[in-house]
């Protein structure tokens, strides 16, 4: 079974531009998470997609926007790009039934976006 | 806000010993608990996790305990082997939350 996969897996930008990530979760789950990570710093939750709706926010500003589609793939987009976006963006799937959710979340290999 | 915390950022054990490690929380509405772990440049892995309506959960080599007076749970990992070095993640939920929230990590390095 194939797991969580993300692309691009290196993205370099300069400061003002808009960067796009993809997700594409294991097949079945239907839900998927964004979580940045950068350097010297944990794990911080972003956003949280399911069945095409945003279900949570982490504290980041609008800047940082995504959605998901029909078929639960997803894409975190950033705009205004800053230097201090330059990080990890981990994406995550889980799978849940109406009305529960189940939180074992499985990580991609993350996108390194690189800000300049 | 912390509301994971990991006290200790780094552990070495020897091959064959056990380790464990630490995590507490703060808030109440916690009822999901997970560990990952992490080696660099890649995302993290499901190790093992635990509801609150356990206090022990076992998988192979891995047992996490879960003391929900202390608002505390240890991962215990018998034997260490030396691929078990990494960073290991605790991480928090509620149901319908959606979010982990994750502690700092622990760098655990397992020695021959």
């Known amino acids: 079974e194939a797991g969580v996969t993300q692309s691009p897996t290196h993205l370099i930008k300069t400061r003002g531009q808009q960067a796009t990530l993809r997700c594409s979760p294991i097949s079945g789950h239907t839900s998927v998470y964004w979580y940045q990570q950068a350097l010297g710093l944990g794990l911080q939750f972003l956003l949280w997609y399911d069945e095409g709706e945003e279900r949570n926010r982490g504290n980041f500003p609008p800047r940082f926007s995504g959605r998901q589609f029909p078929n639960y793939s997803s894409e975190l987009n950033v705009n205004a790009l800053e230097l201090e976006d330059s990080a990890l963006y981990l994406c995550a799937s889980s799978w849940g039934e109406q009305g529960e959710v189940y939180n074992e979340q499985f990580f991609g290999p993350g996108t390194r976006l690189t800000v300049l | 806000d912390q509301q994971v915390k990991q006290n200790s950022p780094s552990l070495s054990v020897q091959e064959g010993r056990i380790s464990i490690l630490n995590c507490d929380y703060t808030?109440?509405?916690?009822?999901?608990f997970l560990w990952y772990k992490k080696y660099p440049a890649e995302g993290p892995t499901f190790l093992i996790s635990i509801s609150s309506i356990k206090d022990k959960n076992e998988d192979g080599r891995f047992t996490v305990f879960l003391n929900k007076s202390a608002k505390h749970l240890s991962l215990h990992i018998v034997p260490s082997q030396p691929g078990d070095s990494a960073v290991y993640f605790c991480a928090a939920s509620a149901v319908f939350w959606g979010k982990l929230q994750f502690g700092a990590g622990t760098q655990v390095v397992v020695t021959p």
């Open positions: 808030n109440s509405m916690f009822d999901y």
